[in-house]
């Protein structure tokens, strides 16, 4: 197809024609079809029923009872299970509930009301600020944004955030506190972080002490095609003499049930002692029954990996769908492009500058709802309105195909309706 962006100004009117008598035909279906979180369908969730098998112990294997109180950071034997699928160290592993985000949030307040190493709590601060790598996860932005917190945008490379910004900013500035970080497969493109990058988060030099990396692997064994490895932030943050500078978590929320996974926060030994301190003040412990059942179902990380190849071919169809009908729409127009994600949960599409929010909301006028434009950005606020979030899990095939040329005719009529007010 040639390049719409070339077209005449009649040409653009005659395709604004076109486009608006197949939007008012789509519309006419009244649909009611849901792109706009990540969410699992019905057959992936199906394929975790056997999680819902009766305990066969209540016992850990140390013989205490899960029913009871106590073992505040995890059963042992969960601990060592994820140090074996991830590389981490088991003693510097805490078990939460079923929701990373919780753990997250968690610290934060925990950093705000008592602070970290001995420095003053960050509630005490004039200004507290947080790099927000984006496009990013939204509900990253909103905690920080709901803490008070000022978000700083950095710009997102094909290998991670943009290092160059983030050095001079944390070298600079004290009031910079910490960095968001979803380092593999990241929300919404799909990047996976170099290691260069992860060797320079853990050796920059940052003017504030209590400098922190939130390092979400959300999707750490999510792949799609082959497995893209990466790099140990702990040993990154170890060989720049920062010990003490990560925290990583991950759950099963997309490896088992979204509503009873089980999370985990990793961080040094000094960390770990701080949570532990605060945690036995808040809770007497996270649901060991649950962490049974996990174990139960799936007994070794080479069991979950299995597993992990199930989901994903229930998954990947639906990605392969969606990047097949974007292709076939708009290579060559020039009024999109989209990234091709080995992993994770989304695709992320930029239409023309300033677009976005009216193909979301032509897609929403029409019955698809699609995730808010800017989403992926600090308050919500793209500076170029251009960037889009696609999440094909949760439809069905049939569902998302009539979904994904839903919205390549919005894209389009957005598209083009732009461009003719330059004409």
Not at 43 to 62: F, I, P, V, W, Y
Not at 145 to 151: A, D, N, R, S
Not at 287 to 308: G, I, S, V, W
Request: net charge neutral.
């Amino acid at each position: 197809m040639s390049a719409i962006c070339d077209f005449s100004a009649e040409e653009l009117r005659q395709l604004e024609r076109e486009l608006d008598a197949s939007y008012q035909s789509w519309r006419a279906r009244n649909l009611k079809l849901d792109m706009s979180r990540g969410k699992p369908a019905a057959s992936q969730l199906d394929l975790c029923n056997g999680a819902l098998a009766e305990l066969k112990t209540t016992r850990t294997a140390s013989g205490a009872d899960a029913r009871n109180y106590g073992i505040l950071d995890g059963l042992p034997e969960m601990r060592e299970y994820f140090g074996k699928l991830l590389g981490l160290d088991p003693a510097n592993i805490t078990i939460g509930g079923n929701s990373s985000l919780n753990l997250m949030y968690d610290l934060l307040v925990q950093l705000v009301l008592f602070g970290t190493a001995g420095q003053k709590p960050w509630g005490k601060l004039d200004k507290v600020k947080f790099l927000a790598p984006a496009p990013g996860y939204d509900r990253h932005f909103a905690i920080t944004e709901k803490l008070g917190f000022e978000m700083i945008l950095i710009d997102m490379t094909p290998t991670g955030p943009d290092m160059d910004q983030v050095e001079k900013l944390v070298a600079a500035d004290p009031a910079i506190k910490g960095i968001w970080c979803v380092p593999l497969y990241s929300n919404p493109q799909g990047i996976c972080y170099s290691d260069e990058t992860v060797a320079r988060l853990g050796k920059m030099k940052c003017a504030a002490p209590d400098f922190r990396i939130f390092w979400d692997n959300a999707y750490g064994v999510h792949h799609l095609d082959g497995e893209t490895a990466l790099a140990d932030i702990f040993a990154s943050c170890n060989a720049g003499g920062n010990p003490d500078r990560a925290y990583y978590f991950f759950s099963t929320s997309k490896i088992t049930f979204p509503g009873a996974g089980v999370s985990l926060v990793a961080t040094s030994a000094a960390n770990k002692k701080e949570l532990l301190a605060r945690l036995t003040i808040e809770t007497i412990g996270y649901d060991k029954l649950n962490q049974l059942r996990t174990l139960q179902f799936l007994p070794t990380p080479e069991a979950l990996k299995a597993h992990m190849k199930k989901l994903a071919a229930e998954i990947k169809p639906k990605f392969d769908l969606v990047l097949g009908v974007l292709e076939k729409e708009f290579s060559g127009t020039g009024l999109l492009s989209w990234t091709v994600p080995q992993g994770g949960y989304f695709i992320a599409v930029d239409t023309l500058d300033g677009c976005a929010k009216a193909t979301v909301e032509l897609a929403a006028d029409a019955g698809v709802k699609l995730t808010g434009a800017g989403a992926a950005f600090p308050y919500h606020r793209d500076p170029r309105d251009r960037n889009i979030r696609l999440a094909p899990t949760y439809p069905t095939l049939d569902e998302l195909q009539q979904a994904i040329r839903l919205f390549c005719v919005c894209a389009k009529l957005a598209g083009v309706r732009k461009l003719l007010t330059s004409k």
